[in-house]
Nanobody
Framework: VQLQASGGGLVQPGGSLRLSCAAS????????MGWYRQAPGKQRELVAS???????RYADSVKGRFTISRDNAKNAVYLQMNSLKPEDTAVYYC???????????????WGRGTQVTVSS
């Protein structure tokens, strides 16, 4: 299973970006898809996650500004980021908890990361 993320870039404070991530491979189902981020010198943190069944979660720092959505038919997850702040600058990683067609159990996968820089 591979996760391919796109949509990062440089944006001014107050601007918007939309991240996309698509999972491919031997997928039976995806339990959860989400986004994490890691700023320089900091630990990776959850930004938002959206399970197939259950409640969506957001980091307190992004509530009201970021929106996570999924397209289950495409095995994709999106992160709409509005009102971006310099402190949102980080590498953003796509994450998925997957049940594969050929392997028992659930497996966690990460995308390579996409850089988001918020600066004037």
């Amino acid at each position: 299973v591979q996760l391919q993320a796109s949509g990062g870039g440089l944006v001014q404070p107050g601007g918007s970006l939309r991240l996309s991530c698509a999972a491919s491979g031997s997928i039976f189902s995806i339990n959860v898809m989400g986004w994490y981020r890691q700023a320089p010198g900091k630990q990776r943190e959850l930004v938002a996650s959206r399970p197939t069944y259950g409640s969506t979660r957001y980091a307190d720092s992004v509530k009201g500004r970021f929106t996570i959505s999924r397209d289950n038919a495409k095995n994709a997850v999106y992160l709409q980021m509005n009102s971006l702040k310099p402190e949102d600058t980080a590498v953003y990683y796509c994450n998925a908890i997957v049940r594969e067609r050929t392997t028992a159990g659930l497996h966690e996968y990460w995308g390579r990361g996409t850089q988001v820089t918020v600066s004037s």
